[in-house]
């Protein structure tokens, strides 16, 4: 099952607007992996800062992506844009191995968050392109995510890098896309 499964379980209709979160950790692969979906280019990538939205065309939805900076400072605004999510996506760095317990945490504080409550998650175990990278079943029983009742959730192999596992889900047609850095 899929993101595009999930949203046809979700959504009556396909022409309505969906509102994915995409949260991990810091250099997990998030602005890499949205990118691959919108089909833009990858070879320039710098840590976000605030956040990037991606209105992105796939196969009769609308997918509104609100890719959100994953460093330890930014994470306690993760919970501002909570409301209205249809779908989360958590980004897992399979290689980084020092930060499975911490990312671990996150995701665990993620699913206890009242207005997340029962909304579907999809883990990408990213960067599998690696030789270090950790496989998505052990990442899964690390995380313990068998115990996850009150919502429906994958794990799924990929690469940001090379566009491996990601599913191609766009219509390349439209991709509109805008970016908040806290800098600027």
Known sequence: ?????????????????????????????????????????????????????????????????WDIGGQRKIRPYWRNYFENTDVLIYVIDSADRKRFEETGQELAELLDEEKLSGVPVLIFANKQDLLTAAPASEIAEGLNLHTIRDRMWQIQSCSALTGEGIQVLVDTQQVESAVCDKNQ
């Open 1 to 65: 099952m899929g993101l595009l499964s999930i949203l046809r379980k979700l959504k009556s209709t396909p022409d309505q607007e969906v509102r994915i979160l995409l949260l991990g950790l810091d250099n997990g692969g998030k602005t890499t992996l949205l990118k691959q979906l919108a089909s833009e280019d990858i070879s320039h990538i710098t840590p976000t800062q605030g956040f990037n939205i991606k209105s992105v065309q796939s196969q009769g939805f609308k997918l509104n992506v």
